[in-house]
């Protein structure tokens, strides 16, 4: 069993900037990627950014390409996710995830989730 902690959201206004950062209690084999996601009310929940931590490929949705940066710190089981030129539509909850395997875009991919951090961006 793997716990995932997010933390670093908040309000922030557009343009701005953020990070969030997600702790994983134990660095275990079995997971081969790390992955974010984000749900705004009313939505489905969306594919952010991963990385295979065994590769080092990263992957981006299409919202945020070129604005986040997927990162990570295998020494202190640490996935980042730095948010630059935030949109009031980057509102949401963000969710960090391990997987197993599986495509990385795919929600269903993964085993493990984080609790969520909050990201307002206001206009």
Do not use: H
Request: charged content about 20%; glycine content about 12%.
């Amino acid at each position: 069993q793997v716990q995932l902690v997010e933390s670093g959201g908040g309000l922030v206004q557009a343009g701005g900037s953020l990070r969030l950062s997600c702790a994983a209690s134990r660095r275990t084999f079995s997971i081969s990627a790390m992955g974010w996601f984000r749900q705004a009310p009313g939505k489905e929940r969306e594919f952010v950014a991963a990385i295979n931590l065994r590769a080092g490929s990263i992957y981006y949705g299409d919202a945020v390409k070129g604005r986040f940066t997927i990162s990570r710190d295998n020494a202190k089981n640490l996935v980042y996710l730095q948010m630059n030129s935030l949109k009031p539509e980057d509102t949401g909850v963000y969710y960090c995830a391990a997987d197993k395997g599986g495509p990385v875009v795919e929600a269903r991919s993964y085993d493990y989730w984080g609790q969520g951090t909050q990201v307002t961006v206001s206009s």
